[in-house]
């Protein structure tokens, strides 16, 4: 039965990164815009082109499928493990594609002084562990357009795994037991964000703020489901509020919420029936993980002066990617989170409480259905 079109966004998100992006990498950092970000840019949330507003999507149904999962699990050990089975695998398996596959292939350097070099085992440390994304590897694509970068979509994995972890701090101390608190700190924060648009409370960087509050629209949208309803006419009332806000310093932070809205009733409206595109498998982590690499690489075979051959060759690649990661990689990790939950919890002698949560268990037993491989 058809319930959602979460998958299906996943992968419009993946997409919009990947279209963007090649016109990106074509013409270097000087900046290119695809025709698409071209009639967006100006209007869109914080000015962002397509490959941001495909972030912005990706954040935003985390925010929404992520709060559903501590509310569901409510310990956590078990959240974290699912977090930790969903993000590092393919992860791990992305890098060292781009290290020894990729930049095996193309480095300019003797094959051994780049496997041994200093910025090779860091680019493998740091971009494994995501403490400190590395965007270059040696003698990698130091001739292309975009010069050196190797996997550019790699930057955004630490603030989402830092959102997780605000996301597990908030259900440590009780936000999620009383909607109006968590409701009430959303507010501050959002507030914060309309008065000081340049700075952000919830990350240390300047310049994130679209994403930590995509993510906290998602949130929002999740923790109020009940009180909040998705529908045509929520669209229409924060579209004229945009509207009527433009041009003033206010305006970003109401049209995120309005973007925000507009994907959640796409992703969860029983009427609204997009394509099936995660029917085989859910392949939209793994074609971010590989789109950027595999454009590169396009790029240092075809050159840079068609973006559209550059996208299709790299979604071929990238789907191939993707599909081996989700089932040789992804899938089978996610398979092991009851597993070693209880066995963490176990070994550190953690009673399995859960806190009361604000839902029925009913509602919860239907999100569970709808979040699937959340």
Not at 167 to 180: N, S, T
Request: hydrophobic share 50%.
């Amino acid at each position: 039965m058809h319930k959602n079109n979460i998958g299906t966004m996943r992968y419009l998100a993946a997409l919009m990164v990947l279209y963007g992006h090649g016109y990106n990498l074509c013409l270097g950092k000087h900046g290119w815009l695809d025709p698409i970000s071209g009639c967006l840019k100006s209007i869109s949330p914080y000015k962002r082109a397509l490959p941001g507003l495909g972030v912005m999507l990706f954040f935003v149904m985390s925010g929404y499928l992520i709060t559903a999962s501590f509310i569901r699990r409510g310990h956590l050990v078990d959240y974290f493990v699912a977090r930790i089975l969903r993000i590092y695998p393919a992860l791990i398996m992305a890098v060292l594609f781009c290290v020894l596959v990729v930049g095996l292939h193309v480095t300019e350097l003797p094959k051994s002084a780049y496997l041994l070099h200093k910025q090779t085992l860091e680019y493998l440390f740091f971009n494994g562990s995501l403490i400190n994304i590395q965007f270059n590897l040696p003698g990698v694509f130091n001739t292309l357009p975009w010069k050196g970068g190797i996997n550019g979509s790699l930057w955004t994995l630490p603030i989402e795994f830092l959102m997780y972890v605000l996301v597990g701090a908030a259900g440590l101390i009780g936000l999620f037991k009383k909607p109006w608190i968590f409701n009430l700190l959303a507010a501050g924060i959002i507030l914060f964000g309309l008065i000081k648009p340049d700075n952000n409370l919830l990350l240390l960087k300047p310049g994130h703020i679209h994403m930590s509050l995509s993510f906290l629209f998602g949130s929002i949208l999740y923790v109020n489901k009940e009180r909040i309803p998705l529908n045509l006419y929520g669209v229409v009332l924060l579209a004229g509020v945009s509207f009527l806000l433009w041009k003033t310093p206010y305006y970003h932070v109401v049209a995120l919420s309005c973007y925000a809205y507009l994907i959640m009733l796409t992703s969860m409206h029983p009427r609204i029936r997009l394509p099936r595109l995660d029917k085989y498998g859910d392949f939209s982590y793994g074609l971010y993980l590989y789109a950027f690499p595999l454009q590169q690489l396009s790029i240092y075979y075809l050159g840079h002066r068609s973006p559209n051959l550059i996208n299709a060759t790299a979604l071929a690649g990238a789907m191939g990617m993707a599909f081996i990661s989700w089932h040789v990689i992804e899938k089978r990790a996610l398979s092991y989170k009851e597993t070693l939950s209880r066995q963490i919890s176990s070994y550190m002698g953690i009673l399995r409480i859960k806190p009361k949560n604000i839902l029925s268990t009913n509602l919860v037993r239907a999100d569970a259905a709808k979040a699937r491989r959340d």
